[in-house]
């Protein structure tokens, strides 16, 4: 069973910077797609980035030239860093892992923005 931890959320001014992290175990990870939702309060969860197998990678327009996605097949880790944070960036973030018909998700971590 796929299992992902995500770590790395905090308090955080505007302007600021965070690296998001998640832990994949259970699973091939370089056969996963994984990615980062993230859920604000009273609103939908929303797509925010994923990286493929083979590297490609895709952003919500929201976080294009703010954050960047990324992998380590060796040490299965998907990260995140995030720039130029903005208090619309509040929300708690979700580490998902899609592959082989399954999708699984994180517990996810608050990110706060404080403007």
């Known amino acids: 069973q796929v299992q992902l931890v995500e770590s790395g959320g905090r308090l955080v001014q505007a302007g600021g910077s965070l690296r998001l992290s998640c832990t994949f175990s259970?699973?091939?990870?370089?056969?996963?797609?994984m990615g980062w939702f993230r859920q604000a309060p009273g609103k939908e969860r929303e797509f925010v980035a994923h990286?493929?197998?083979?590297?490609?990678?895709r952003y919500a327009d929201s976080v294009k030239g703010r954050f960047t996605i990324s992998r380590d097949n060796y040490k299965n880790t998907l990260s995140m860093q995030m720039n130029s944070l903005k208090s619309e960036d509040t929300a708690v973030y979700y580490c998902?892992?899609?592959?082989?018909?399954?999708?699984?998700w994180g517990q996810g971590t608050q990110v706060t923005v404080s403007s």
């Open positions: 998902t892992a899609t592959g082989s018909g399954n999708q699984y």
């Open positions: 259970g699973g091939a990870f370089s056969t996963y797609i």
């Open positions: 990286i493929s197998e083979i590297g490609g990678i």
